[in-house]
T-cell receptor, first 119, second 111 residues
Framework: DAGVIQSPRHEVTEMGQEVTLRCKPISGHNSLFWYRQTMMRGLELLIYFNNNVPIDDSGMPEDRFSAKMPNASFSTLKIQPSEPRDSAVYFC?????????????????FGPGTRLTVL | EDKVVQSPLSLVVHEGDTVTLNCSYEVTNFRSLLWYKQEKKAPTFLFMLTSSGIEKKSGRLSSILDKKELFSILNITATQTGDSAIYLCAVSDGNTGKLIFGQGTTLQVKP
């Protein structure tokens, strides 16, 4: 399995531009999470989906942020318009509600992250 | 409000030392506690703990959970420079599977 796939890996944009981050979860996982990590605030959960349905978006900082999961294998996080304070590493993670053969469930597997810089 | 608190926030040791990282939590609906290691990239999974008093071990790393006192520790013996990383503790909500992360402990192991 390729693991969680995120694109792009790096994004540099100017203030006011729209940014779209993409995530492909691990096949068979039914929960998907978007996180943001900064030095100041650490790792913050922005939103998560279960079975493609948004369950909790209370971490989404403001209306400029939106996320979608049109199917089980793809999700996007969009920022429009972007601002310099949005600069961070954005991680996508996925997990399964069902126990694995090793007995673990709810272990989240993280993608490599997208480093976003807004100038 | 659910929260996870790690201590210390940062730690500098020398190779060969033993370190203990702490994680305490207040979570309404506890399912499990997870430890992750984060180097330069994404967090990678170390341990998942669900039962009190049962130590999980992987090489020089070990962890244990106390569900009565609501804390966990992560021990690293005979530290190496490759252990330098941020160690994240997270608690999984039993209803949602949502992870609540602590601030992390930044460990630096000097040669």
């Amino acid at each position: 399995d390729a693991g969680v796939i995120q694109s792009p890996r790096h994004e540099v944009t100017e203030m006011g531009q729209e940014v779209t981050l993409r995530c492909k979860p691990i096949s068979g996982h039914n929960s998907l999470f978007w996180y943001r990590q900064t030095m100041m605030r650490g790792l913050e959960l922005l939103i998560y989906f279960n079975n493609n349905v948004p369950i909790d978006d209370s971490g989404m900082p403001e209306d400029r942020f939106s996320a979608k999961m049109p199917n089980a294998s793809f999700s996007t996080l969009k920022i429009q318009p972007s601002e310099p304070r949005d600069s961070a590493v954005y991680f996508c993670a996925s997990s399964s509600d069902r126990p694995t053969s090793g007995g673990a469930y709810n272990e989240q597997f993280f993608g490599p992250g997208t480093r976003l810089t807004v100038l | 409000e659910d929260k996870v608190v790690q201590s210390p926030l940062s730690l500098v040791v020398h190779e060969g030392d033993t370190v203990t990282l702490n994680c305490s939590y207040e979570v309404t609906n506890f399912r499990s506690l997870l430890w992750y290691k984060q180097e330069k990239k994404a967090p990678t999974f170390l341990f998942m703990l669900t039962s009190s008093g049962i130590e999980k071990k992987s090489g020089r790393l070990s962890s244990i959970l106390d569900k009565k006192e609501l804390f966990s520790i992560l021990n690293i013996t005979a530290t190496q420079t490759g252990d330098s990383a941020i160690y994240l503790c997270a608690v999984s909500d039993g209803n949602t599977g949502k992870l609540i992360f602590g601030q992390g402990t930044t460990l630096q192991v000097k040669p």
